[in-house]
């Protein structure tokens, strides 16, 4: 079974411009959780997407937001870039069911560099 | 959500048995204990979790307090592979969905 795959691998950008980052969960999946990753502020969890709709949310201002696809595909923008958006963004699809805990399987993530 | 405290880092030889220590003392009652580890240049992968019995699996052995207000993670022989970031989560896995909240974890560096 394929893993979870995100792409692109690297991305650079300018202070201002936005990005969409993309993200295909492992099949069956139904649930993709989105975080971001810097050496100050470590791994901070973003939002959960669950069946297209957003079930959990993060601290992080309005101008990071996401979506999710009927086929559980997930994309996640950040607009008008800063260069503490800089990071690695990971994201883990689960199976998402309710009742139990679902291991949640990570992607090797994207790196973004802001400059 | 309740907050989980590990040692910055720790150093452990080569197939030697590795105990990795959390303590939750704010632990609610329907809060699971989850372990995650994060090896170098990759996403954070699961290793085990537990309620209150202690835990076993192919990768490692969950200790679980009988007040709960601590675990400890055990690498039965450690190896070089396992040299990586440990995290230690609360969660309550019935109303969290696949949320997950780490803090700064425990590096753990192996020696040959």
């Known amino acids: 079974k394929a893993g979870v795959t995100q792409t692109p691998r690297y991305l650079i950008k300018t202070r201002g411009q936005q990005v969409t980052l993309s993200c295909s969960p492992i099949?069956?999946?139904?649930?993709v959780s989105w975080y971001q990753q810097t050496p100050g502020q470590g791994l901070q969890f973003l939002f959960e997407?669950?069946?297209?709709?957003?079930?959990n949310k993060g601290n992080f201002p309005g101008r990071f937001s996401g979506r999710q696809f009927s086929n559980s595909r997930s994309e996640m923008n950040v607009s008008t870039l800063e260069l503490g958006d800089s990071a690695l963004y990971l994201c883990?699809?689960?199976?998402?069911?309710?009742?139990?805990?679902?291991?949640?399987?990570f992607g090797p993530g994207t790196r973004l560099t802001v400059l | 959500d309740a907050k989980t405290t590990q040692p910055n880092s720790m150093e452990s030889n080569e197939e030697e048995p590795v105990h990795l220590p959390c303590n939750h003392s704010t632990i609610s009652g329907t809060d699971y204990i989850h372990w995650y580890r994060q090896l170098p240049s990759q996403g954070p992968e699961y290793v085990i979790h537990?309620?209150?019995s202690n835990v076993n699996n192919r990768m490692a052995s969950l200790a679980i307090a009988e007040d709960r207000k601590s675990s400890t993670l055990i690498l039965h022989r450690a190896t070089l592979r396992d040299a990586a970031v440990y995290y230690c989560i609360l969660r309550d896995d019935y109303n969290q969905g696949g949320k997950l909240i780490f803090g700064q974890g425990t590096e753990l560096s192996v020696k040959p």
């Open positions: 883990a699809s689960g199976s998402g069911g309710g009742g139990g805990y679902n291991e949640q399987f």
């Open positions: 997407y669950f069946s297209e709709t957003q079930r």
């Open positions: 537990g309620l209150t």
């Open positions: 099949s069956g999946h139904r649930s």
